[in-house]
């Protein structure tokens, strides 16, 4: 079994920035892709990013890119979500995932294992 638990979220004014991290436990954190996802009230769950087990590959949807940015520290079972110039439609629940065959993408059904969710709100 694998456990991810996400922290950082709040409330931040247009503009700012926050940095979210998820603590993995359970397997060897460094086998895992790792992705984060957001889901908004009465929308679908939405891929945000994702980085490889090297970390060597990176990949955002496009409204984050350039704002946004996914960092691995295997030594630390950590994965982080940078998160800069938000904008209030950046508000969500966002969801830590991992990924055990290293090949997951932008679909959530690729991923094994989920985090909670911590909630970022960003106003205008």
């Known amino acids: 079994q694998v456990q991810l638990v996400e922290s950082g979220g709040g409330l931040v004014q247009a503009g700012g920035s926050l940095t979210l991290s998820c603590a993995t436990s359970g397997r060897a954190f460094s086998n895992y892709r790792m992705g984060w996802f957001r889901q908004a009230p009465g929308k679908e769950r939405e891929f945000v990013a994702v980085?490889?087990?090297?970390?060597?590959?990176?990949s955002y949807r496009d409204s984050v890119k350039g704002r946004f940015t996914i960092s691995r520290g295997n030594a630390k079972n950590t994965v982080f979500l940078q998160m800069n110039s938000l904008h209030p439609e950046d508000t969500a629940v966002y969801y830590c995932a991992a990924d055990l065959s290293n090949t997951a993408m932008a679909d959530s059904r690729e991923y094994d294992y989920w985090g909670q969710g911590t909630q970022v709100t960003v106003s205008s």
């Open positions: 980085i490889s087990r090297s970390g060597l590959m990176t």
